[in-house]
Nanobody, 125 residues
């Protein structure tokens, strides 16, 4: 079992930055691929970023490439999403996710074993 708790969301002006954190409980955290999804108003939940067990491999989708960075600290059981140059279209609830198996870049929501409760990010223009 892995429990995930996100923090760090909030209201920010366009061009600003936020860092999301996801604290995990459970001794098997380091064996999961971790990722971030987001769900904007009236939209489906969409994949944003992933990171391998060791943190050696990372991937972010094109819409956030060059602006968002995913990282993890297995000693702290925490995964991060650094978000810079935020845009109004980044407004969404952001979810931390844990996926089993070997690392690959993209994930669908039905492939996720564990979800956090979500944290709201609102970017004003």
């Amino acid at each position: 079992q892995v429990q995930l708790v996100e923090s760090g969301g909030g209201l920010v002006q366009a061009g600003g930055s936020l860092r999301l954190s996801c604290a995990a409980s459970g001794r098997t955290f380091s064996s999961y691929v971790m990722g971030w999804f987001r769900q904007g108003p009236g939209k489906d939940r969409e994949f944003v970023a992933s990171i391998s067990w060791s943190g050696s491999f990372t991937y972010v989708v094109d819409s956030v490439k060059g602006r968002f960075t995913i990282s993890r600290d297995n000693a702290k059981n925490t995964v991060y999403l650094q978000m810079n140059s935020l845009k109004p279209e980044d407004t969404a609830v952001y979810y931390c996710a844990a996926a089993p198996g070997y690392y690959r870049r993209n994930y669908y929501p039905n492939e996720i074993d564990y979800w956090g409760q979500g944290t709201q990010v609102t970017v004003s223009s």
